[in-house]
């Protein structure tokens, strides 16, 4: 089975931190994503990857930055986080062989105080 | 671009009962289409897909999901819900490349 491993599922971090979250998935997938979760939108795409150190912006991608440095692991980094970036936050990963077939983490619910 | 539409925020169904959750796209061409559950605290699970050939697809769980392409629909049904299936439900579609757009959900409640 894929396993994609989110590192928190619980963060709490003060105005103006910088926030990593971190993403491992051990199925050699090619690409990668992030995206955040809020009740009554869905999840919305804020970055994805489609091979190490490449990067493309998703539909939210403003405040967040990521990091792909090896093929399994994929990060979310917020600069310094703002009470508006409170949410859950997923990962995923796909293969490029059936590319549109999502695995996902447990998710990490982040709260900005 | 790409969109989903769930029109159902919440449904609430008795168990035993059978289940039908709406989800309606729009693509220009062909699409293909995805439900996954996400059981509480979980991440997403995927539960059927349709890339193309028979409309009626089979998934995990019990579920089966009919593409209409007439009315853009890729509805997901259940013959008997069992207190378990209580879940949030996406629907999401896939116009090509590696992106997928996700609808905002459908709260399932299980009655007992």
């Known amino acids: 089975d894929v396993k994609v491993t989110q590192s928190s599922r619980y963060l709490v971090k003060r105005t103006g931190e910088k926030v990593f979250l971190e993403c491992v998935q051990d199925?050699?997938?090619?690409?990668m994503f992030w995206y955040r979760q809020d009740p009554g939108l869905g999840l919305r795409l804020i970055y994805f990857?489609?091979?190490?150190?490449?990067?493309e912006k998703g539909d939210i991608p403003e405040g967040y930055s990521v990091s792909r440095e090896k093929k399994e692991r994929f990060s979310l980094i917020l600069e310094s986080a703002s009470t508006n970036q409170t949410s859950m936050y997923l990962c995923a990963s796909s293969s490029q062989l059936a590319k549109n077939i999502q695995y996902f983490g447990a998710g990490t619910r982040l709260s900005v105080l | 671009a790409q969109s989903v539409t769930q029109p159902d925020i919440h449904i609430t169904v008795s168990e035993g009962a059978s289940l039908e959750l709406r989800c309606n796209y729009s693509y220009g061409a062909t699409p293909y289409l995805f439900w996954y559950v996400q059981s509480p605290g979980q991440g997403l699970q995927l539960l059927l897909k349709y890339f193309s050939g028979d409309t009626l697809v089979q998934g995990i769980k019990g579920f089966e999901a009919e593409f209409k392409r007439s009315q853009s629909s890729f509805n997901l049904r259940k013959p008997s819900v069992h207190w378990s299936d209580a879940a949030e439900y996406f629907c999401a579609v896939a116009g090509g490349g590696n992106k997928l757009t996700f609808g905002t959900g459908t709260q399932l409640k299980v009655e007992l």
């Open positions: 199925m050699d997938h090619e690409n």
């Open positions: 990857s489609y091979d190490v150190k490449m990067k």
